[in-house]
Every structure is written in structure tokens, then in C-alpha cells.
């Protein structure tokens, strides 16, 4: 069954940096475009960006440019999400989603991970 | 940019019907999805294509599109439907995902 698996909560100081990670089973990796969801405490959902598995060309929503990266790792289906200078604005849980191939929606979520930013 | 507009909160008495509304301009001509989000908990693809339902939702959840609203409709509702709802929507334009504000359904 398809599965996405992220990595743990992190606790950063403001300033640091940051890796999620998004662990893929259950189909064939480089046919679903990887999204990212961020949902800061008590928000809604805002839409990060996503990257191609197949090229690996990421694309990313206004706002999260330049600090936000999104990479892979097709040897092991895995997808990051990399944020540097973190800011206590930051803090949030950050989902993983794959986008349905051929559509405009995310058919499975990984489970999300809270990233703390805190002095 | 695009905006998709939903109410923020709906109650409904259990076995009732609940309806969700997402309003956006002539969001009828674009496909809209809808999320199910439970507390501390992932969302969960419900309605997608407007009217179609994933694998393991049950027959209950319905939606509707057209003019500058969508609905999600959810018939015989059942106090595990208590989350927040929200609708998206891909924004050609500009190229990104949009998502509603979110809808928080109390079963009373």
C-alpha cells in the first residue's frame, strides 16, 4: 500500500537549519510529483511547492523561495524539505503529500512534522 | 490570486445532513477537492474530481460544483465526522495549489 513516512519533530534554534524527511513505499516513486503542505499552529493549509521525482526540478509557491529547498533521493524514494535561517515564524507542521499523477490533488499524505523554533 | 472562501464553522446534530460551502470566482469551470482533517491528524483526501469519491470514503460524502460554489455535502452525519473540512483547487494562472480557509464541522 502506498505510504509516505516523515522524520521526527525537530526543536531548532532561530538561525539554524533544518531537513525533513519524506520516506516513499507502495508505488513507483518517480511517477508522483512530491508536494509540500506547511500548516502553522491553529491555520490552515498553505501549499509550499513541489518537485518533480522524475526530473528532480522543483518548483515552489511565492513565500517559500530561497530559505525552502525541496530535494530527492531516488536511490532510497525519499523526498527532503530543507529550511535554513529558521525563523520562530517557521514553526509548524510540515506535510509531504504526493500529488495524483495526471491531477491537480494530493491522494496521500505523509503523516506531518512539527518543526519548533524556539531560543 | 485565486481565493476560495469557506465558512468557518458548521454544526449539524448527528444523522443530519451537513453541507460545506467553498466559494470562488466561476470556481464551476475549475475541479475542485476536498480534505478531511481530524485533530492532530494528517488530512485526508474525501471528494476529488468535484463529485468522486477515493477507495474507503464512505457513500456518505458528496460534492457539487458550479457558478461560483462549490459543496461538500456530508448526509447522516456521525460524530467521527467531527474535523475540519477543506476545499482546493489547482490555480493554472499562477501556477500553485490553492486550498480553502477551512471549515470546522462540530457534531452537537
Known amino acids: 500500500q502506498v505510504q509516505l513516512v516523515q522524520s521526527g519533530s525537530e526543536l531548532k534554534k532561530p538561525g539554524a537549519s533544518v531537513k525533513v524527511s519524506c520516506k516513499t513505499s507502495?508505488?513507483?516513486?518517480?511517477?508522483?510529483?512530491i508536494n509540500w503542505v506547511r500548516q502553522a499552529p491553529g491555520q490552515g493549509l498553505e501549499w509550499m511547492g513541489w518537485i518533480n521525482t522524475n526530473t528532480g526540478i522543483p518548483t515552489s509557491a511565492q513565500g517559500f523561495t530561497g530559505r525552502f529547498v525541496f530535494s530527492l533521493d531516488t536511490s532510497v524514494s525519499t523526498a527532503y524539505l530543507q529550511i535554513s535561517s529558521l525563523k520562530a515564524e517557521d514553526t509548524a507542521v510540515y506535510y509531504c503529500a504526493r500529488r495524483n499523477a495526471g491531477n491537480y490533488f494530493l491522494d496521500f499524505w505523509g503523516q506531518g512534522t512539527l518543526v519548533t523554533v524556539s531560543s | 490570486s485565486y481565493v476560495l472562501t469557506q465558512p468557518p464553522s458548521v454544526s449539524v446534530a448527528p444523522g443530519q445532513t451537513a453541507r460545506i460551502s467553498c466559494g470562488g470566482s466561476n470556481i464551476g469551470s475549475k475541479s475542485v477537492h476536498w480534505y478531511q482533517q481530524k485533530p492532530g491528524q494528517a488530512p485526508v483526501l474525501v471528494v476529488y474530481a468535484d463529485s468522486d469519491r477515493p477507495s474507503g470514503i464512505p457513500e456518505r460524502f458528496s460534492g457539487s460544483n458550479s457558478g461560483n460554489t462549490a459543496t461538500l455535502t456530508i448526509s447522516r452525519v456521525e460524530a467521527g465526522d467531527e474535523a475540519d473540512y477543506y476545499c482546493?483547487?489547482?490555480?493554472?494562472?499562477?501556477?500553485?495549489?490553492?486550498f480553502g480557509t477551512g471549515t470546522k464541522v462540530t457534531v452537537l
Open positions: 507502495g508505488y513507483s516513486f518517480s511517477n508522483y510529483a
Open positions: 482546493q483547487v489547482w490555480d493554472s494562472n499562477n501556477v500553485r495549489f490553492v
